[in-house]
């Protein structure tokens, strides 16, 4: 979902709260952001590949 998406769908003011909460969150340790990093960067191997979602049937 795109971010004009995503703004049509909750609409202006949802955004601007969303973006007000957002703001008044205290900053994360810079021990979490390292460990989000490692493993943003780094995500676990898949041992079984999951289906393409065009190769997925409908149940």
């Not at 955004?15 to 008044?24: K, L, N, T, Y």
């Not at 995500?43 to 393409?52: E, N, S």
């Amino acid at each position: 979902m795109t971010r004009e998406e995503r703004r049509r769908l909750l609409g202006d003011s949802v955004v601007a709260q969303i973006h007000e909460r957002v703001a008044e969150a205290p900053a994360a340790p810079d021990e979490l952001i390292d460990s989000i990093r490692r493993v943003l960067a780094h995500p676990a191997l898949r041992t079984v590949d999951a289906p393409v979602a065009s190769e997925r049937t409908a149940a």
